[in-house]
């Protein structure tokens, strides 16, 4: 039993230290790519407020493209963009066309983008 | 010194499009051992892309899947995607290889001395273990960043971290390193512990007694084109984009102006905007454009009726079985056909594309108005041998075949064959076809070689037939 013990705790001690040292080599990862990483976090801020916007606008109606673009402030193509990922990741379903536009509505909990 | 790790095949196949896998289920089912080795994060080519095959009109996933399928799940083929090809070396090595045809010499397990072909192959990193990741996407779904999805075209996005599309094989998730900005969800969310940031590129060696060298096409670029707006233009995309977008699974699902959402009232499509066309490079025909074109139309003019759909063409090439009748059929479906090359594109008003093009028939200098405008690139070769093996290109560079009337898979290096349209632009049908060609030249090649050392008299020999070129 005794024997039992002092191998856990072996063992316990084993993966700390490999946890420990796989943080450690992490925060080296990081640091080393601090540019990239700057880069990409404020791609996803901007993204992360583009998404926001967008589901704001569904919230209240379902929307044709140059409706959300008109209500977020964003042109049409980057709408479309992320409107065709919400869908992709079913956030938003496709509603009835209207005047050659089709309509998108939110969707409930899903794969989440945000 | 890392030692590089040595793997022993029959055949290495470079590429996993249609025709890499069709020359490797074509090899592999006469009992060779066969390595397949793919740039790419899945096997499939530009065919598991497509939307429907023609003149059949039969979708172009349920043909490739299937061939996918069986070359993941064939004990003789070995899958390598990921990888690049630095170098390949025909070297005279001392061997004790064990040859896995039923024809091999009894005695295999005595030592030769005989040429081989050694590929030195670089597996890029994918950060994800390909042992332990199960394909479950539960890091995709976590992961906050969007990047612009080159598989659809670029109308869509997928994550940092993805399954390359949804019927990839293999089912192995790459991190893009570019994009991602080590937040570490994926890692945490993995029920396998299969992300490894830490992962590096390695190099490591294929050797085999014949390669095939299935390295496929790319398309010309709408940005080396002036004239069509040089990229920059809304709603003027080029043809692999308008496959996706007439895909059953395609970024919008439907056919939609990608600068708007709306549904193209006028489509048009404008053939031999990259081939024939000195000021690209490309004087000669790219082939199967017209087909296509005409496939799309055809497509097009089922999912939207009441769209007005025109292909402007210089001349129609619809050379193939049944492909005259398939020409026909689309005008008569009410696709209109205008005999002109169009000169410029440029932006019009409202998201509209204005073309301008010289009447044929006497109209003279005509614009004209569309919704959506589709180019027909030029088709141009995707690989070069340049610096990595001793295989000459033609002066389109596409592969140089020594005898292409009657062995149109021969290369200059012995031991080296090439299919599909790594020699030249062909369509699917004709590369499947030539896929069938080089698998049998690869084993009438290693029939001769392990012949040789039993000291039979060859079948026949590639220098026979080099004479015969």
New interface residues.
């Given amino acids: 039993m005794v024997e039992e013990n002092i191998q856990q705790h072996k063992k316990t001690d084993e993966l700390s230290k490999n946890l420990d040292k796989k943080a450690d080599?992490?925060k080296a990862?990081?640091k080393s790519?601090k540019n990239?990483?700057d880069r990409?976090?404020e791609?996803?801020r901007e993204?992360?407020r583009a998404l926001k916007a967008i589901r704001a606008q569904l919230a209240n109606s379902p929307s044709?493209?140059?409706e959300i673009?008109a209500s977020t402030d964003m042109p049409?193509?980057i709408?479309?963009?992320?409107?065709?990922?919400m869908?992709?990741?079913g956030q938003i379903a496709?509603k009835e066309?209207d005047d050659?536009?089709?309509r998108y509505s939110l969707q409930g909990e899903s794969?989440?983008?945000? | 010194m890392k030692s590089i790790q040595t793997t022993t095949f029959d055949v290495m196949v470079i590429g996993g499009g249609i025709a890499g896998l069709q020359t490797a289920l074509d090899i592999a089912c006469q009992d060779y051992s066969v390595a397949v080795v793919e740039k790419g994060a899945s096997i499939g080519g530009k065919m598991i892309r497509l939307s429907k095959v023609f003149p059949t009109l039969d979708c172009a996933s349920c043909i490739t899947t299937p061939k996918m399928a069986a070359a993941a799940h064939n004990d003789n083929i070995t899958l390598f995607t990921c990888c690049d090809v630095k170098s390949i070396k025909r070297e005279r090595t001392l061997s004790t290889q064990n040859i896995s045809n039923s024809i091999s010499p009894q005695n295999n397990n005595t030592q030769r001395n005989r040429f081989v072909l050694k590929a030195v192959v670089t597996q890029r990193a994918r950060y994800v273990d390909a042992d332990k990741c199960i394909g479950c996407r539960k890091c995709e779904?976590e992961c906050?960043?969007?990047v612009?999805d080159v598989e659809?075209g670029g109308?869509?996005?997928r994550k940092?971290i993805s399954i390359p599309f949804s019927n990839a094989i293999p089912q192995i998730a790459v991190l893009d390193a570019?994009?991602?900005?080590?937040c570490?969800k994926c890692e945490k969310i993995c029920p396998t512990h299969a992300i490894n940031?830490?992962q590096e590129s390695y190099d490591f060696v294929i050797q085999a007694n014949s390669i095939v060298l299935a390295t496929g096409y790319e398309m010309t670029s709408l940005s080396d084109k002036p004239q069509y707006g040089m990229g920059k233009i809304?709603n003027v995309i080029d043809a692999l984009q308008m496959e996706r977008l007439l895909a059953p699974h395609g970024?919008?699902?439907?056919v939609?102006r990608?600068?708007?959402?709306?549904?193209p009232?006028s489509i048009a499509y404008i053939q031999c905007a990259g081939s024939r066309d000195r000021s690209m490079g490309v004087p000669y025909c790219s082939r199967f454009c017209c087909m296509y074109a005409i496939k799309q139309a055809m497509l097009l003019s089922g999912s939207l009726p009441l769209a007005e759909i025109r292909i402007y063409y210089m001349d129609i090439r619809a050379f193939g079985k049944g492909y005259e009748q398939f020409y026909q059929n689309a005008k008569a479906m009410g696709i209109e056909f205008v005999k002109a090359k169009v000169a410029r594109v440029d932006a019009g008003e409202d998201g509209s594309v204005t073309l301008q093009y010289e009447d044929q028939n006497g109209y003279g200098m005509v614009t004209m108005n569309h919704d959506l405008v589709v180019a027909s690139m030029g088709v141009i070769s995707a690989w070069s041998p340049k610096g990595i093996c001793n295989v000459s290109q033609g002066l389109d560079n596409f592969i140089h075949t020594i005898n292409s009337k009657l062995s149109p898979t021969l290369t200059d290096m012995e031991g080296v064959f090439v299919a599909g349209a790594a020699a030249g632009p062909k369509d699917i049908v004709d590369t499947i076809t030539e896929a069938g060609s080089a698998a049998i030249e690869v084993s009438k090649y290693l029939r001769y070689l392990y012949g040789k050392e039993r000291g039979l008299k060859p079948v026949s020999t590639i220098s026979s037939l080099k004479a015969v070129a």
């Fill in positions: 080599a992490m990862l990081r790519c990239r990483i990409v976090a791609i996803v993204q992360k044709t493209i140059p673009a049409t193509d709408v479309l963009w992320y409107v065709a990922a869908k992709k990741y496709e066309k050659g536009y089709y794969h989440v983008i945000d | 779904y906050p960043v969007l612009s659809q109308f869509s996005a940092a570019d994009n991602c900005m080590l570490g940031y830490f809304p970024p919008y699902n439907r939609l990608p600068s708007d959402g709306k549904e009232d």
